[in-house]
C-alpha cells in the first residue's frame, strides 16, 4: 500500500489536472458556439451556389469551363484539414488515417508514379506529412486557423483552382471533419475540382433543361464558377474548425470525469492508508502499556 505523502501528491497532482481540463472544456465550448453558428450559416449559401454551379455545368461543355475538365486523375492534389493543437482526442489521428488509406488505396497508381501532391491545412498534418517519403508535398497554410475569414482563404483557393486550370493537376479532393454535433464529427473526403455536374435520373434524362444565360455564359463562367469554388473551400475550413472545437469539448468533458473517478480512488486509498496508519499506532501504544505493566 502506498504511504500517505505519495498519495496526498498524486491527489494534488490530478486535482491540478482536473481544473486545467475543466478550464479547456469551458473555452472550446464558447469557441463552439461561435464557430456553430459561422457554419450553420454558410451552408445554405454554400449549398446554393454548389446546386447552381451543378446545374449550369450540365448546359456547358467541358472545354469551354477551365474547372471542368474532364481528364483521368493522373496527378492527383489531396487537401489535408487538421488543427493546429492537439488535446480533442481522436481528432487529427482519423485524418491522417483517412488519407493514408485513400492514399493507398483510391490514388495507389498517382502514388506510385509520383503524381500525388498533398497540400496541408493545420499543424498536425503538416507535421505529418512533411516527413512522410513517396509523395510530393508542396507546402502548408496553417495561418489559415489565426484569422479565418473569407478574404485570408481565397489566396489559396485561387492557387489550386491555377493549379487545376494549368494543367500542373486533374483533380482535388478535400479530407477534413465535417460538423454534425458538439460529439459527432463525421471524416469526409469530398471532390473539389473538377466541376462535374450532379448524377441525374431516368426521368430528368429524358427531359433536357434550357437556360437562358444573363449575362452572357463567359461572364457567368468568369464570375460564378470561382466564387462557388472559394465558398466551398471556406466553408470545408469552417467544418473543420468547428469540428474541432466539438471533439475538444468532449475530450476535456471526458477527462474531467476521469479525473473524477480517479480522485474517488485517490481519496478512498488515502484514508485506507491513514486508517492503517492510525491502527498501526494505536496497537504500538497499547502493545507499550501491556510491556510497562509487565
Do not use: H, W
Given at each position: 500500500m502506498p504511504n500517505l505523502k505519495e498519495v496526498r501528491s498524486r491527489i494534488s497532482s490530478v486535482n491540478s489536472t482536473q481544473q486545467i481540463t475543466?478550464?479547456?472544456?469551458?473555452?472550446?465550448?464558447a469557441k463552439l458556439k461561435k464557430a456553430q453558428d459561422a457554419i450553420t450559416k454558410m451552408r445554405p449559401y454554400a449549398g446554393?451556389?454548389?446546386?447552381?454551379?451543378?446545374?449550369?455545368?450540365?448546359?456547358i461543355d467541358t472545354s469551354e469551363g477551365i474547372y471542368s475538365r474532364q481528364s483521368e486523375p493522373n496527378k492527383v492534389l489531396l487537401v489535408v484539414v487538421?488543427?493546429?493543437?492537439?488535446?480533442?482526442?481522436?481528432?487529427?489521428?482519423?485524418?491522417?488515417?483517412?488519407?493514408?488509406?485513400?492514399?493507398e488505396t483510391t490514388y495507389a497508381s498517382a502514388y506510385a508514379s509520383g503524381n500525388l501532391q498533398?497540400?496541408?491545412?493545420?499543424?498536425?498534418?503538416?507535421?505529418?506529412?512533411?516527413?512522410?517519403?513517396?509523395?510530393n508535398y508542396i507546402g502548408s497554410h496553417d495561418e489559415l486557423f489565426g484569422n479565418l475569414t473569407f478574404e485570408s482563404v481565397i489566396p489559396v483557393a485561387e492557387k489550386t483552382m491555377q493549379m487545376f486550370s494549368k494543367g500542373e493537376i486533374d483533380k482535388v479532393?478535400?479530407?477534413y471533419n465535417q460538423f454534425k454535433s458538439a460529439g459527432s464529427q463525421i471524416i469526409t473526403m469530398e471532390p473539389f475540382l473538377p466541376v462535374?455536374?450532379?448524377?441525374?435520373?431516368?426521368?430528368?434524362?429524358?427531359?433536357?433543361?434550357?437556360?437562358?444565360?444573363?449575362?452572357?455564359?463567359?461572364?457567368?463562367?468568369d464570375n460564378l464558377i470561382p466564387l462557388s469554388l472559394k465558398t466551398q473551400f471556406f466553408k470545408v475550413l469552417l467544418d473543420s474548425v468547428a469540428s474541432e472545437h466539438g471533439a475538444r469539448m468532449t475530450a476535456m468533458h471526458k477527462a474531467t470525469d476521469?479525473?473524477?473517478?480517479?480522485?474517488?480512488?485517490l481519496k478512498l486509498s488515502y484514508n485506507k492508508a491513514r486508517q492503517a496508519a492510525i491502527t498501526n499506532e494505536i496497537l504500538e501504544i497499547v502493545a507499550g502499556a501491556e510491556a510497562l505493566k509487565g
Open positions: 475543466s478550464a479547456m472544456k469551458l473555452v472550446s465550448a446554393k451556389l454548389r446546386e447552381i454551379l451543378e446545374n449550369l455545368s450540365q448546359s487538421t488543427s493546429n493543437r492537439g488535446l480533442c482526442g481522436a481528432f487529427n489521428a482519423n485524418i491522417i488515417k483517412r488519407a493514408n488509406r485513400a492514399i498533398v497540400l496541408t491545412i493545420g499543424k498536425k498534418a503538416t507535421s505529418y506529412f512533411s516527413r512522410k517519403q513517396g509523395i479532393d478535400f479530407i462535374t455536374p450532379p448524377a441525374r435520373t431516368d426521368t430528368e434524362n429524358n427531359s433536357t433543361a434550357e437556360y437562358i444565360f444573363e449575362p452572357s455564359k463567359a461572364e457567368i463562367i476521469n479525473a473524477s473517478e480517479l480522485l474517488k480512488s
